[in-house]
């Protein structure tokens, strides 16, 4: 079974902190690896990773990939009361691509 | 453009009652997928179709749940008889084609709660 794994489950930070969210995967046939920011609705896409060692990048926002260690992280520089929200990480798997998401990692940013 | 959208927002049933929920993707968008999300959870796939086949439906609770996706275009999900549960935020998300080749569009979800 496909399982994807994040950490730390919950992090509360202060506003300019710079904050480091983990994803392992442990699948058959990866495809690409997302990230996915949810705040009260709908998960909104942030970057797909396909292949290691190739930074993608976004305002303050990056994510980088390890495939041989099976691992990205998603770093977030000067955070904002607006970074608040879950952050889910996914792996796509297969011919079909099945999306297999991790539990997410819950970020609150205080003044 | 318009986004993926979602019918009912909101549900509350007993249980053992049923209940339907309609989902309209982008337009031109291939895939549509049903996602269950229980509170504190990662959203769980149920169904994914391609034009109006089924790709995978490995985890969906056929004893209960179905779904169908008519002319490849909106889809419904039914819940029948529904149980405690399934009380959850169920995703309707589309793409364009499969999703390694570019990210999911999701709609803002209908919440389900049960009895």
């Known amino acids: 079974e496909d399982k994807v794994v994040q950490s730390p489950l919950s992090l509360v930070v202060h506003e300019g902190d710079t904050v480091t969210l983990n994803c392992s995967y442990e699948v058959t046939n990866f495809r690409s690896l997302l990230w996915y920011k949810q705040e009260k609705k709908a998960p909104t896409f942030l970057f797909m990773l396909t292949s290691s060692g190739i930074e993608k990048k976004s305002g303050r926002l990056s994510s980088i990939l390890d495939k041989k260690e099976l691992f990205s992280i998603l770093n977030i520089t000067a955070t904002q009361t607006g970074d608040s929200a879950v952050y889910l990480c996914?792996?796509?798997?297969?011919?079909?691509?099945?999306?297999?998401f991790g539990t997410g990692t819950r970020l609150q940013v205080t003044l | 453009e318009a986004g993926v959208a979602q019918s009912p927002r909101y549900k509350i049933i007993e249980k053992r009652q049923s209940v339907a929920f309609w989902c309209n993707p982008i337009?031109?968008?291939?895939?549509l997928y049903w996602y269950q999300q229980i509170l504190g959870q990662g959203p769980k796939l149920l169904i994914q179709f391609q034009n109006n086949g089924v790709v995978d439906d490995s985890q969906l609770p056929k004893d209960r749940f179905s779904a169908e996706r008519l002319k490849g275009v909106d889809s419904t999900l039914k819940i029948q008889p529904a149980k405690l549960e399934d009380s959850a935020v169920y995703l309707c998300?589309?793409?364009?084609?499969?999703?390694?080749?570019?990210?999911?569009?999701f709609g803002e979800g209908s919440r389900l709660t049960v009895l």
């Open positions: 996914a792996v796509a798997t297969g011919t079909a691509s099945k999306l297999t």
């Open positions: 337009s031109g968008h291939a895939t």
């Open positions: 998300a589309s793409s364009p084609g499969l999703v390694g080749t570019g990210e999911l569009f």
